[in-house]
Every structure is written in structure tokens, then in C-alpha cells.
């Protein structure tokens, strides 16, 4: 079986825009990769003119936000990066040998979410003339990363319908509403060598660290 990457346009974001930009962009990706029927949930993102859309599963939301949790943490640490989230897809094949049974992941499909953090765009002169400046400058770069964002959603659509052959066939009997899948984050060990496209290489021959199960 093949598997399939998919690069997203990079979005400059502070660390407070994170979690809002992951929660869009995960979901709406985790949307497209149901099993099955679900009972999808319109919901109205909290910091942008955005409606984006949930499979309306519970589980499945505890672990987005469990690894967003994560990734904010390493952000504090590691301010102004580059960074490349990896939201991955597999199937989970058995190797049969005569002492044991060894679950075997195949990967099949990897979408990357490229971010530039950059500062927070605080405010902080009691100049009114110059005060009022800086919040117009702050507001039309946060209306410039909500159209990025639209963007990449409209992306992730185009992709998701662009090419299927490699989406395996939906197993008969399932349980979660989802493919299996994790989502890879930068750890400490990532940024002592600097994180780059080529990590998950290193990931796929030494073992995921930090994965989303």
C-alpha cells in the first residue's frame, strides 16, 4: 500500500492562536477520515469568524485536545520555531510468528501542519495616537491569518477529494469513529537536533516519541 503526504500551507501564528488554528485544522481533517456514519457538530471557532466541523464523538476530542495540550506546553519552551505537526493515518496489520503476535502499523497516509510562531502582538504604549495604530496593525494581522486559515482548510478538502486510492477499504466491524491514527509533536530531544521534514524519517526507523494513539 502507498502512502500519501500532504504538505499545508504554512500559517503564522502567536501562541495564543495556537490551539484555535489546530482545533480547525485537525478536525476538519479528522472529518474527512470518519468510518462510516457520524453525527457531525457545527461549532463556531473561539477566536475566529470560523465554523468548522467535529465528528461529534467524545473520545476522539479528548485526545485532540490531550495532544494540543502537549504541543502549547513545548511551545512555551520554544518560542519563535518553525514547527511541523504530523497528523498520521495507518492500518494495523498482525505478524504471525510460532512465539507471538506482534501488531505491525502501516502507515498510509501523513498530513503536515507547518506553523511559524512568532510574538505575541501585545499592545503596550499610552500614546492614544499610537495605541490605536498598533490595534488596527493587530487586528489586520489576525484577520489576515483567519483568510490563511480558511485557506487551508479549503486545502485540506481539495486534497482529502483529490486522491482516495490509498485510503484503505472501511473494516466491517469498528470501533472508534476514525481510522487509527496519531499525531506526532516536537519533543526535547526533536529540538536539540532541529525539526524538520525529514524527522518522521528518523521517527518511522527509531520509534514515534510522543504519539497520540
Given amino acids: 500500500m502507498s502512502c500519501q503526504t500532504w504538505q499545508l500551507d504554512e500559517l503564522e501564528v502567536e501562541p495564543l492562536e495556537i490551539r ?9 481533517i479528522m472529518f474527512h477520515r470518519v468510518l ?22 467524545e473520545e476522539l476530542e479528548r485526545k485532540i485536545e490531550e495532544k494540543i495540550d502537549q504541543l502549547i506546553i513545548w511551545i512555551e519552551k520554544h ?3 518553525k514547527i511541523s505537526i504530523c497528523l498520521s ?23 503536515y501542519i ?5 510574538n ?23 484577520d489576515a491569518l483567519e483568510s490563511a486559515l480558511r ?17 484503505p477499504s472501511v473494516p466491517s466491524s469498528h470501533e472508534s469513529v476514525s481510522f487509527p491514527f496519531d499525531i506526532t509533536i ?6 536539540s537536533f532541529g525539526w524538520s521534514a525529514d524527522v518522521f524519517k528518523r521517527m518511522l526507523q527509531t520509534g514515534h516519541p510522543n504519539l497520540l494513539n
Fill in 20 to 28: 484555535e488554528v489546530l482545533r480547525c485544522i485537525v478536525h476538519t
Fill in 36 to 57: 462510516g456514519l457520524v453525527r457531525p457538530k457545527d461549532t463556531d471557532s473561539e477566536l475566529f469568524e470560523i465554523t468548522y466541523v467535529k465528528c461529534g464523538d
Fill in 151 to 167: 485557506e487551508v482548510m479549503f486545502q485540506i478538502i481539495r486534497f482529502a477529494n483529490e486522491k482516495s486510492n490509498h485510503v
Fill in 114 to 118: 507547518n506553523l511559524q510562531l512568532v
Fill in 79 to 81: 518560542p519563535n520555531k
Fill in 89 to 111: 493515518f495507518f492500518e494495523i496489520k498482525n505478524k504471525h510468528t510460532k512465539w507471538f503476535n506482534k501488531p505491525d502499523r502501516v502507515y498510509w497516509e501523513h498530513w
Fill in 186 to 191: 516536537p519533543s526535547s530531544s526533536d529540538f
Fill in 120 to 142: 505575541s502582538r501585545t499592545v503596550r504604549t499610552f500614546h492614544l495616537t499610537e495605541q490605536t495604530t498598533k490595534l488596527e496593525e493587530a487586528s489586520s494581522k489576525r
